[in-house]
């Protein structure tokens, strides 16, 4: 497994983007940082990466409408959404875009490596036969609003569009996973 040359880490999160930079480095990856989409865009001028790391939440911007951009301005880097609010929708949503791959957070350095290799020349697998049940999805829609709320039970429900009590008694029905036969 191995690295490309010069990585762009596109995250608003300085802490994560300071220890992966440094991890990167230790492994002799030239390395930049930039927390959101216009210095992103704009680190492309003098920096031209081989691959791009690219957080799908970049505070006020989405890192999905920013795969269009670093695509046009960087044509042969590789870009790789990572994401805590990893989802089968955002995954083919981000290659259809243009991403090269899609990486769950949190990950290790050997996943981000794998993640820039070329794709397996075998066909990717199946999807799962029986999608998750609508109360499933339902109930990690909430949890992911929940937790972009930094956990505040009555933003959530205001984002949410229903009583805060309400929110709170749906979110306590944890759906049992589905079981194939």
């Not at 802490?15 to 992103?40: K, N, W, Y």
């Not at 505040?152 to 009583?163: E, M, T, Y």
Request: glycine share 6%.
């Amino acid at each position: 497994m191995s690295l490309p040359a010069r990585i762009l880490l596109i995250d608003d999160d300085l802490a994560f983007c300071q220890v992966l930079a440094r991890m990167l480095t230790r492994r002799g990856v030239e390395v930049r940082a930039r927390h959101d989409a216009a210095s992103a865009l704009g680190a492309l001028e003098e920096f031209a990466p081989e691959g791009i790391v690219l957080d799908l939440k970049l505070g006020a911007d989405n890192g999905l409408l920013l795969i269009g951009a670093l695509r046009e301005r960087c044509p042969r880097a590789r870009i790789v959404l990572a994401t805590g609010y990893a989802s089968i929708a955002t995954a083919v949503d981000a290659m259809r875009r243009g991403a090269w791959n899609y990486l769950p957070k949190p990950f290790d350095i050997d996943a981000l490596a794998q993640s820039f290799e070329s794709p397996s020349p075998q066909a990717p697998p199946e999807p799962p036969a029986e999608p998750p049940s609508l109360r499933r999805q339902g109930w990690e829609h909430m949890q992911r609003v929940l937790a972009e709320c930094g956990g505040n039970v009555s933003a959530a429900a205001r984002l949410l569009g229903v009583d805060r009590r309400t929110l709170q008694r749906k979110l306590a029905k944890r759906p049992v996973r589905e079981r194939p036969e």
